[in-house]
Each structure stands twice: as structure tokens, then as C-alpha cells.
């Protein structure tokens, strides 16, 4: 039987690398008062807005009963709103979370660029392709 092993591993190495991804995206946010997945719904709602909460929280990678208590304290930030009634609402960034997501987003690039640093541009492509082809691999859009 074929085990895993840790200094070898690409998934190992790829979970320390989400591990310390989200650690530095969490610090970067900390001063605008946003969680990182706060940050990832605001980023996903200027990207998409009008969007459901179904399709919320998959891109969001929570749960629709996660990503409903997520949009209600974004709401209450007024970050957050929504149109429409019962489950037909949609949701989208208000000017404020508009102004907001400006700032976070700049944020978390900066981590990314950082992350990135060490790779020329082409390795970058490279790394992205991979990675999308891993997921597909395990079935995933």
C-alpha cells in the first residue's frame, strides 16, 4: 500500500501554501475589518452582481446556511443588499461595500504578488495551468 509522504507530498505542500495564503490574506484584511471570507463574497459580488446565495456561497466554498448568516452581518454593515423576495433575492455591493472592496482587493493582490515574488511570469502561467488541470482532474469545476 502507497502512502503519502510529507516532504514530497504535493498536496501536503499545496494545503501549507492555502495555510499560509489565508494567514497572510486574514492579516491584510484585519485592518479593513473584513474576514477573508467576507472579503471573497464582496469580491465575487463586484464581479457578479445580482448573484443568488446558492451560487454565492459555492464560489464562496461555504454552505448556503453559512453564506446566509454571511450576507446578514454584511447587510447589517450595509456592505450588502438585496432585491427581490424570499428565495429569488439577489444580492449586490452597496456604494459603501463598493469603496470597500476597492481597498480589500488591493490588499489580498498584494499578498498574491508576494506569494508570487519568486516566479517569473511564465512560471506563474505555468503554475495557474497546473493547478487548474489538478482540479479538473478531481472533478471539480
Known amino acids: 500500500m502507497r502512502q503519502v509522504d510529507v516532504d514530497t ?9 492555502a495555510t499560509a495564503l489565508r494567514t497572510a490574506m486574514e492579516a491584510s484584511l484585519r485592518p479593513l475589518g473584513l474576514s477573508v ?14 448573484i443568488s446565495n446558492a451560487d454565492l456561497a459555492r464560489g464562496v466554498f461555504v454552505t ?13 454593515a450595509e456592505l450588502v443588499g438585496a ?16 469603496r ?13 504578488e ?3 515574488s519568486g516566479l517569473r511570469a511564465s512560471e506563474r502561467e505555468r503554475l495557474h495551468s497546473d493547478l487548474e488541470r489538478c482540479t479538473a482532474a478531481l472533478g471539480e469545476d
Open 9 to 17: 507530498s504535493v498536496g501536503y505542500a499545496l494545503k501549507r501554501t
Open 37 to 50: 471570507p467576507q472579503y471573497s463574497c464582496l469580491e465575487i459580488l463586484n464581479a457578479r452582481p445580482g
Open 64 to 76: 448556503r446556511q453559512a453564506m446566509h448568516q454571511l450576507l446578514g452581518g454584511l447587510q447589517e
Open 83 to 98: 432585491g427581490g423576495e424570499g428565495r429569488v433575492q439577489r444580492y449586490s455591493l452597496t456604494p459603501k461595500g463598493r
Open 100 to 112: 470597500l472592496i476597492v481597498a480589500a482587493s488591493a490588499a489580498v493582490a498584494a499578498v498574491e
Open 114 to 116: 508576494q506569494m508570487l
